[in-house]
């Protein structure tokens, strides 16, 4: 029994907040599918990308809350893009169509690689304020896959879905990850052969992030500190390259702590959000601004 997709959260979410289509090139097969809940009179939200496994729907629990302190949050899932130049010029022409100029950007695994490589892609015109980057990485060498990326179109999906069950936690969990685990097993079967095969060519392509185009760029990184498909080595480059980042770590929570830890995941996206307050880049109403204020410090008291 999925327990996250039988809970009253996860169904109340489902029936209050509409899916939306959204086709922004000429390829009309190309469909951004995204939730966007939260005051629209906000005109930089922050915006959640999933990892490969994942759909718009895993990041429920932080639409929930930051929607219910006054933040406009967007959670999307990407179509099929083959090249990350294709995905950047796809992405912009997204924010163009919903009329943001600027973004904050939270990216977990895959979805933080991208949100890094669009910073990237526009640090002539930015488009990104801010990054917090969950159990991600800045260089795909790190799965010694460049070989086998221009396959995975060719591979039937049970073998693609093999290949990402494979970075799964396989040792003892608690009750939390376990669940957390079965629900992005479900979103994975969920996704089709093409979309998982360009998210695993765009996971595995050789590219690294150039981070002197980034470096005006506020950035978060959320680790943990227990089993999780990135290696010590993963975690301590992305360090390097944002030396002076504010850093959020997890006792655990695995591959997926915005799922299992939400609370604590929360917490931090909104001690990051809260150094715009007050700009015109704040992602939060600002007649909510004093109450959420109170709530995040009577948290950290």
């Known amino acids: 029994m999925d327990q996250i997709k039988g809970s009253p959260d996860y169904n109340w979410f489902r029936s209050a907040v509409p899916l939306k289509r959204i086709?922004?090139?000429?390829?009309?097969?190309?469909?951004?599918?995204?939730?966007d809940a939260g005051p629209k009179s906000v005109r930089?939200?922050?915006?959640?990308?999933?990892?490969?496994?994942?759909?718009?729907?895993?990041?429920?629990?932080?639409?929930?809350?930051?929607?219910?302190?006054?933040?406009r949050v967007i959670s999307l899932q990407y179509p099929v893009y083959w090249d990350l130049m294709e995905f950047c010029d796809g992405f912009r022409k997204l924010l163009d169509h919903l009329h943001l100029d600027k973004v904050h950007l939270f990216g977990a695994?895959?979805?933080?690689?991208?949100?890094?490589?669009?910073?990237?892609?526009?640090?002539?015109?930015?488009?990104?304020h801010s990054l917090i980057l969950c159990n991600s990485f800045s260089d795909t060498s790190i799965f010694n896959q460049a070989w086998t990326a221009n396959s995975f179109w060719l591979m039937p999906a049970f073998l693609l879905k093999k290949i990402v069950l494979g970075n799964f936690s396989k040792g003892p969990v608690d009750l939390k990850m376990a669940d957390a685990i079965d629900f992005m097993v479900d979103r994975l079967e969920s996704l089709n052969q093409s979309e998982l095969a360009s998210r695993l060519t765009l996971n595995c392509q050789n590219s690294y992030v150039e981070p002197h185009k980034i470096k005006e760029v506020a950035v978060t990184i959320i680790d943990v500190f227990d089993q999780s498909a990135l290696s010590l080595e993963a975690k301590e480059e992305m360090y390097k390259l944002y030396p002076n980042a504010r850093r959020a770590h997890l006792k655990t929570g695995g591959n997926f702590p915005y799922l299992c830890r939400s609370a604590e995941v929360n917490l931090y996206v909104q001690i990051h959000l809260r150094q715009f307050h007050g700009t015109r880049y704040a992602a939060i109403c600002p007649t909510m601004m004093n109450s959420e204020e109170l709530k995040v410090n009577d948290v950290i008291v």
Not at 109 to 128: D, I, M, N, W, Y
Request: glycine share 8%.
């Open 23 to 35: 086709i922004v090139d000429d390829d009309d097969s190309k469909v951004w599918s995204l939730y």
């Open 44 to 71: 930089c939200p922050i915006i959640f990308l999933p990892p490969v496994s994942g759909t718009a729907e895993v990041f429920f629990k932080q639409l929930l809350t930051l929607t219910g302190s006054g933040y």
């Open 109 to 128: 695994s895959l979805g933080g690689f991208l949100a890094q490589k669009f910073a990237e892609c526009t640090h002539k015109s930015p488009r990104v």
